[in-house]
Each structure stands twice: as C-alpha cells, then as structure tokens.
C-alpha cells in the first residue's frame, strides 16, 4: 500500500506569489493534518480535516487555507507568501476513530520564497 | 495553550543507551507521543502513552508520569541509525475529539562510533 503522498517535492516561489500543495493519504485514512516544519524546530499545527469537515485550525494567519476532497485528498493553499513560509509542509493521514494515536507522514514538500 | 520542553541535543555512543526526557504543560492531558525525524525525512510514529508507565516496542521503551507532567524515550543498545531527531508530542483536551498532537522543538541525538 503507498503511504502518504505529497507533491511537488520541492518548490520555489517568489514573494507575494500562491501556492497549493496536495496531500493524498492513505487508503482508508479518513483525517488529514497539515504541519508546518521550519528548520531545527518541531512540526507545527496548521489544519486538520476530517470527512471533508475542518476539525481544527492553528495559529496561522488568513492566508493559509485548506481543503479536503470526497476521497479525502487534501489541498493547502497559501496566499501573499512571506520569506518567513519558507519551510518544510507535511501532511500526516490517520484513521478513523478516537483511538488513533499515531500518525502517519508524507515526505513533505519544501517550499523556498525568495 | 500547551508547552513541552526536551533537550535540544543529545549524544551517546553506539551501544550505550540514552534517554530524552520530555515535560510538558497542558490544559487537559490525554497521551504523550513520540517521534523520529531523519534529515530529510518524514517523522515516523514510535510510541504512545496514555497511562502511567512503561511501553516498551524492541529496543525503544516510552515511560509517561502523569503526576509529573513527565516522559521520556530510552533507547539501548544504539546504533549509528538512531542518529536523528526526536520528537514528543501532546495529545490535549483542547483538541476535541480530534487527535491533533503539539510537537515539542526535537532533540537532535547524535550516536558516535
């Protein structure tokens, strides 16, 4: 089975410029979260969708959106990039259910706004 | 708000074993995770605690007090692949019914032959 899928792999954009990244998880995985991972820091939250619902959003400004399709991929779309979005993106899926304690990770995709 | 805090480095020698402590503030508590993080790479799922005590997954072991708003990682028996990035992460009532974990900052272990 393929794990979490995330495209592109690398990008570079300038700033002001938009962007959308996409997340496909894994068969059967039902929730997808979108983290933020700056360079020698941990990941940090930015949305969580669950059957296509936002379940819980972080402290990111307005320019970050998100969305989840009927088979339950995932866009995130940032707006008026900033140098300081410059970052690693990482989609994690999980399966349904209160027990689901551990995520699982794509690869992420590296985003550079010069 | 939620805050956890891990050392930020850490290094050992193969064979030896190492633990990473991890504290943590939290508005209500439901389970402590771990992490690993190659460069590069994705973060991988290690272990989960939701109850006081130690689970132990091969050479990895999680132990959670919650009394003490405390965990740690240990891992023995190193070897030179373990050198990575370790993370522990909060499972808190804030989050609802949904599992949205907060990430401390990481603890970079380096293991030297």
């Known amino acids: 089975d393929a794990g979490v899928t995330q495209s592109p792999t690398h990008l570079i954009k300038t700033r002001g410029q938009h962007v959308t990244l996409r997340c496909s998880p894994i068969?059967?995985?039902?929730?997808v979260s979108w983290y933020q991972q700056v360079l020698g820091q941990g990941p940090q939250f930015i949305f969580q969708?669950?059957?296509?619902?936002?379940?819980g959003r972080g402290n990111f400004p307005d320019r970050f959106s998100a969305r989840q399709f009927p088979n339950y991929s995932s866009e995130l779309n940032v707006n008026a990039l900033l140098l300081g979005d410059s970052a690693l993106y990482l989609c994690?899926?999980?399966?349904?259910?209160?027990?689901?304690?551990?995520?699982?990770f794509g690869s992420g995709t590296r985003l550079t706004v010069v | 708000g939620q805050s956890l805090e891990q050392p930020s480095e850490v290094t050992a020698v193969e064979g030896a074993i190492v633990q990473i402590n991890c504290t943590y503030q939290?508005?209500?508590?439901?389970?402590l995770s771990w992490y690993q993080q190659h460069d590069g790479g994705a973060p991988t799922f290690l272990s989960y605690?939701?109850?006081?005590g130690l689970e132990e997954t091969g050479r990895f072991s999680s132990f959670l007090s919650r009394s003490d708003s405390y965990g740690y990682l240990l891992l023995q028996e190193l070897q030179m692949k373990d050198s990575a990035s370790y993370f522990c992460?909060?499972?808190?009532?804030?989050?609802?019914?949904?599992?949205?974990?907060?990430f401390g900052r990481g603890t970079s272990l380096i293991v030297h032959p």
């Open positions: 994690a899926s999980s399966p349904p259910g209160a027990q689901a304690v551990g995520y699982t």
């Open positions: 992460a909060v499972r808190d009532k804030e989050s609802g019914g949904s599992y949205i974990p907060t």
């Open positions: 939290t508005s209500g508590f439901y389970g």
């Open positions: 605690n939701a109850l006081d």
């Open positions: 969708y669950y059957e296509k619902e936002e379940r």
């Open positions: 068969s059967g995985h039902k929730s």
